[in-house]
C-alpha cells in the first residue's frame, strides 16, 4: 500500500527546495538515523571510525596553521598550539555545532597583533579572557542571530581586508625582512625590501606556494593518493625537507619550554582603549565563528554522506562555546579563538559524523605540542610566512566579490575593504556600517519619474520607493499629463508612504473630474484596485502570470499579455540573473535532479520546488507518463529525456510528480480502450497499467494523509506517480544506476486546490507499494524509494 505524506517547509533548504529527508529512507536501520550520530550515545564514549579519520585530517591542517597565525600576530609561538588545543577540546564538547572546528583563525590576526604590539603579550591574554566572559553574555542574552544581520558585503569586506594586511605583513618575512607596524607602513615598505631580498628566504616561500597551488590539482591516480595529505602540510614539510637537504640556514621554529610559558597579567593601560580592544575580538570572532557555523549547516547538508542525521548549529551555545574557549585559551597563554572555516570544512569533507572528530583534532594537538617539539623546530618561519600568506590572499574570494557585485553591494565592500587596511579592522567595520546606511538611504530615495506619451495614451512611470521626498517630482510630471486624457500611471516599487498616496489620489480624483481617465498598473502591466482595502493580495507572488477571479481585470488593447511579460521579464528580472545565466551558459547545465510532471498549466514546477535555473532536468508531457522501453512507436522523447538524464547529466535522483485533476487521468477514466486510435489515445496507452492497477484486487489503494483518495480520479492521479515509478525502473539506464546504488527515485504528488505537496513515503525492494511506519506527516523532503 502506498502512502503519500503531506510535507510543509520548516526549515532552510539548500539544494532544490526539496530539502532532506526527515522520514526513514527505506533500507536504513531506523535506530542507526534516529539514534544520535556514533559515539554520542548515553552510558558510553565510542569513536566512529569517519571521526578518527577526519580527526588526524585536520589536525595536519591545523598544526601548520596555528603556528603560522601565531607567528603572523607576533605571539609566541606556543600561543597557537594552546589555541588550537582548547579551541578543539572545549568548543567541541560545549560548542552548538558539531562539526565546526574552531582556533586561532585568520580572521583575528591583524587585531591580535595591534593588541601586543600596544599591550604586550601578557595584557592581550588578560584581553581575551574578557572578550571570552563578553561572548557569554551575549550568548546568555540571545542576540548570537543578530550578527547574522550584519550586511554580508561588510563582512566579506572586512576579511578580505585582514587577508590583505596579513599577506602584506607576511610578504616581508618570504623577502628576508621584517615587518612594520601596520599595512600602509609595509606597503611604503615594499620596494625597499624588493631590492634587499634574501634568495633563500624567498626559495623557501616560492616552494611552499607552488606546492599549495599544484597540490589540489595533481591528476590521476597518483593525485588521489597524494591529497590524502593535506596540502598545508605537504608545503611545510616540502620547504623543511628542501633547508635540511640543501643544509640552508634560515630561521627557524623556536619552541621554548612550556616552564617558562607566559601566562596573562591583569590589564593595564587606558580604560577606554582596553573595553574597545575587548569589543573588539569579541565582535569580530563572534560574527566570524557564526557566519563559519552557517556554512558548516550548508556543507553538512549538500555532502552525500550515510544516514546519519548531523543536528542543525544552535547558535547561541556555539557562541557560549567560543566565549568559555577564550576565556580557558587567553587563562593558558593561547591565541583568542574563533570558527574556522577552513578546518572546518574539511573536517565535513573528510566524513566526520559528530563533534568527536573536533575534540579529537584537539586531542592530537596536545600530543604534537609535548612530543613533537623537536620536529617542530625544524620548520623554517619563511614557510610558515607564506603558508599564512597564502591564506590571507585566498581570503579575497573571488565568489563574493560576484556575489556582491550581483546584490550591488560592492562599493560597501570595497570602502570596508580599503578602511580596514588603511586604519585598522574595528574603524574599517564602523566606515563600511556608515557607507552601507548612507547607500541604503539612497536606494530608498531615489525615484525615477518618466511622463511620456504613447499611441491614444500617456504613460507616467514610478520606478523605486515613493516617498515624500519624490512627491514634488511626481506632481510635477502628472501636471504635464493633459486634462481630459487617458493616462496609465505604472508603479513600479514595494513601498509608497502617505504622502505620495495622498498625492496620487488627489490627482487622480482632479483628473478624472476634468473627463480623463486613470489606471495604475504594476511593472508587468497588471492593473492595481484603487484603496489597498479592496485589493485581492491572495495571488500577489504570482502577478504577472495569474489567471484567476480575484478581481475583474480588463483585457488592456494595447498590447499582448505575453508581450509584456517578456517586456517586464526583459526590464526587471533579467538584469538580475544574466551573471548566473551566463555562467550556466559557459559551463553547461549540471543539475542534481531530474523532475518529470504533467504539463497542466497549473503545475509550476519552479513555485513548488523553491528552484531557479540549473537546478532542475525538467521532463513535461501529458498525464506525468513513462512509457516501457519499447513501446514507444516511434516517440522516444521521454525514454531520450530519461538516458540524457541518467548518462549524460549524471543526475542524483528522479523525480516523477502527479496531481490533484489531472486532465490525462480524467481522460484515462472516460475513454473506452477500443475506438479510433487518435493521438490522445495513443499516448493515453501508456497509462492504461496505472488504471489496471487501480482496478486490481491484488493491490491496495494508495492513501494520502492517513485517509482515502475522495474520489476515483484522485485515487488513480496516486496510483498512476507508483505505476510510472515502475516503468521508470525498467529502463535499463535507470536500472544500472539504481544497481549501482548512484540513483535514487522520489515520488510527488501536488494538491492543486490545496496548494499542498505530498512526498511517496512507501517502497521496498521491489516495488513501490510497501508501508512504512515511522513516517512524519511534518517532513520536508522527498522520502527515498530504494533501487
Known sequence: MSACVPTRNTGNNHDTGIGAPEADPPGVDPRQLH??????????????????????????????????????????????????????LVVGRFGGAPLQVSGPAAGLTVVTADLIQQYGWRITCAITVLAGCAQLGLAALRVARSALAVSPAIVHGMLAGIGLTIALAQLHIVLGGTPQSSAPDNLIALPDQLTGLRADTLSVGVLCVAVLLVWPRIPGRAGRVLRRIPATLAAVGAATALTLIAGVRLPRVD?????????????????????????TITLVGSVESLLSAVAVDKLVAARKAPAVRIPRARLDREL???????????????????????????????????????????????????????VLDLIPLAALAALVMFVGVKMVNIAHLRSVRRNRELLVYAVTSVSVVATGVLEGVVIGIGVAVAVALHRLTRTRITEERREGFHRVGVRGQLTFLAVPRLSRALGQVPAGSDCVVELDGSFMDHAAYEALHD?????????????????????ISEPASETHGCCRPWTPWRNHHCEDRPHRATAHRLADGLSSFQRDTAPLVRDELARLAREG?????????????????????????????TVRNMGNLVPLPGAESGDDSVAAAIEYAVDVLKVDSITVCGHSGCSAMQALLATPPTGAQTPLRRWLRHGRPSLERMRS?????????????TDAL?????????QQLEHLRAHESVARRLADGTLKLHGMYFHVGEAQAYLLAGSDEHAFDAVFDRVRPASSALVHARG
Open 589 to 617: 547545465q549540471q543539475p542534481s535532479h531530474a523532475f518529470l510532471t504533467c504539463s497542466d498549466s497549473r503545475l509550476v514546477t519552479s513555485m513548488i520546488t523553491a528552484s531557479g535555473p540549473g537546478d532542475l532536468y
Open 320 to 374: 557560549a562555546g567560543q566565549g568559555a574557549a577564550n576565556m580557558v585559551s587567553g587563562a593558558l597563554g593561547g591565541l583568542p579563538i574563533t570558527g574556522v572555516a577552513v578546518r572546518s570544512s574539511a573536517n565535513v569533507a573528510a566524513g566526520a559524523v559528530s563533534r568527536h572528530s573536533t575534540m579529537l583534532h584537539g586531542f592530537w594537538v596536545v600530543l604534537a605540542a609535548l612530543l613533537l617539539v623537536p
Open 697 to 709: 484486487r491484488h493491490r491496495s489503494w494508495a492513501r494520502i494523509s492517513g485517509r482515502l483518495p
Open 255 to 279: 619552541l621554548p619550554s612550556w616552564s617558562s610559558h607566559a601566562l596573562p597579567s591583569l590589564p593595564e593601560g587606558p580604560v577606554l582603549g582596553l573595553i574597545a580592544a575587548v569589543l
Open 507 to 527: 490627482w487622480q480624483a482632479s483628473h478624472v473630474a476634468q473627463g480623463g481617465s486613470v489606471e495604475f498598473t504594476g511593472r508587468a502591466g497588471g492593473r
Open 714 to 722: 484522485e485515487q488513480l492521479c496516486l496510483t498512476n506517480v507508483v
Open 35 to 88: 539514534a544520535p550520530p556514533p559515539g554520542a550515545g548515553p552510558g558510553r564514549f565510542r569513536i566512529a571510525g569517519a571521526d578518527f579519520s577526519a580527526s588526524i585530517s585536520v589536525f595536519l591542517i591545523a598544526l601548520p596553521l596555528s603556528l603560522g597565525i601565531a607567528l603572523a600576530t607576533g605571539a609566541p609561538l606556543q600561543a597557537g598550539l594552546v589555541a588550537a588545543a582548547v579551541g578543539g
